[in-house]
T-cell receptor, first 114, second 113 residues
Framework: DGGITQSPKYLFRKEGQNVTLSCEQNLNHDAMYWYRQDPGQGLRLIYYSQIVNDFQKGDIAEGYSVSREKKESFPLTVTSAQKNPTAFYLC?????????????FGPGTRLTVL | RKEVEQDPGPFNVPEGATVAFNCTYSNSASQSFFWYRQDCRKEPKLLMSVYSSGNEDGRFTAQLNRASQYISLLIRDSKLSDSATYLCVVNGEPDTGFQKLVFGTGTRLLVSP
């Protein structure tokens, strides 16, 4: 089945620890994205990548890092510098075309900082 | 002013009712518009794109009013399974050639028996 997978589904972290969230897609999409969702707020863009080995900061990149070494994979690291990391993290991918490009989402990872 | 604004609801309707949601956006140059559906604690899923001429998909009708900068979603003959949060989504940087989406906070719909 084609799709986007994220792991783990739930993640608990102690303050001061870095954690890495996995995102894999087998849709042959060029573009990939990371969002976070907090209660009562819309999705906010953390990082995005339009092509392998290239990525850009989104609106709330501070305290996060990414890599895009393979087309299929776009892992997100939440560093200890992120002041309020507890949130629902969503990965998405798209063909990467301008115009009416459609983004498809993975099932998400819920991160809780203890 | 928020880039994309929606009434958070909830909209409580009985099965079989018709319900409409509106959404306003601030960037008059936006070219791409979508409605996504999000179930509780799940990922958003594309419901439909919104085209300038309006479009229909079964019980769902989406319309775009560029002059007033709003998008609407009409659901006819509501089903219990329509209960969800509906996200209005707009391309926030239409001049860059990159599809940077801006999400509204969503409108919650509750359909009761």
């Amino acid at each position: 089945d084609g799709g986007i997978t994220q792991s783990p589904k739930y993640l608990f972290r102690k303050e001061g620890q870095n954690v890495t969230l996995s995102c894999e897609q087998n849709l042959n999409h060029d573009a990939m994205y990371w969002y976070r969702q907090d209660p009562g707020q819309g999705l906010r863009l953390i990082y995005y990548s339009q092509i392998v080995n290239d990525f850009q900061k989104g609106d709330i990149a501070e305290g996060y890092s990414v890599s895009r070494e393979k087309k299929e994979s776009f892992p997100l690291t939440v560093t200890s510098a992120q002041k309020n990391p507890t949130a629902f993290y969503l990965c998405a991918s798209s063909l990467g075309l301008a115009g009416t490009d459609t983004q498809y989402f993975g099932p998400g990872t819920r991160l809780t900082v203890l | 002013r928020k880039e994309v604004e929606q009434d958070p609801g909830p909209f409580n309707v009985p099965e079989g009712a018709t319900v409409a949601f509106n959404c306003t956006y601030s960037n008059s140059a936006s070219q791409s518009f979508f409605w996504y559906r999000q179930d509780c604690r799940k990922e958003p899923k594309l419901l439909m794109s919104v085209y300038s001429s309006g479009n229909e998909d079964g019980r769902f009708t989406a319309q775009l009013n560029r002059a007033s900068q709003y998008i609407s979603l009409l659901i006819r003959d509501s089903k219990l399974s329509d209960s969800a949060t509906y996200l209005c989504v707009v391309n926030g940087e239409p001049d860059t050639g990159f599809q940077k989406l801006v999400f509204g906070t969503g409108t919650r719909l509750l359909v009761s028996p």
